[in-house]
């Protein structure tokens, strides 16, 4: 059973910066997509981020030129680089792992932007 322990959420106002981090615990990262995923009260669950274990790298629209995502296999951990945040980046922010059948979630981690 593979773990997912995201990090890094807070308060945070606009335009300022956050990193959040995610911990696998399990022996297929190098070869999973790894994904950030949000969501914000009333809406539904939506992707962030996703990085491929081809190299390849997906954003949302929303958060193109703002945010950047990274991965470091031999710590198993991806990241999420938060930069000149808007108070509708406010939600709580998921990582996900997925290969074949395989799809894990983390808890979420909470990131609120506000003045």
């Known amino acids: 059973q593979v773990q997912l322990v995201e990090s890094g959420g807070g308060l945070v106002q606009p335009g300022g910066s956050l990193r959040l981090s995610c911990a696998a615990s399990?022996?297929?990262?190098?070869?999973?997509?790894m994904g950030w995923y949000r969501q914000a009260p009333g809406k539904e669950r939506e992707l962030v981020a996703a990085?491929?274990?081809?190299?390849?790298?997906n954003y949302a629209d929303s958060v193109k030129g703002r945010f950047a995502i990274s991965r470091d296999n031999a710590k198993k951990t991806v990241y999420l680089q938060m930069n000149s945040l808007k108070p509708e980046d406010t939600a709580v922010y998921y990582c996900?792992?997925?290969?074949?059948?395989?799809?894990?979630w983390g808890q979420g981690t909470q990131v609120t932007v506000s003045s």
């Open positions: 399990g022996n297929i990262f190098a070869i999973s997509t």
């Open positions: 990085s491929f274990s081809s190299g390849g790298i």
């Open positions: 996900n792992e997925r290969s074949g059948y395989f799809d894990y």
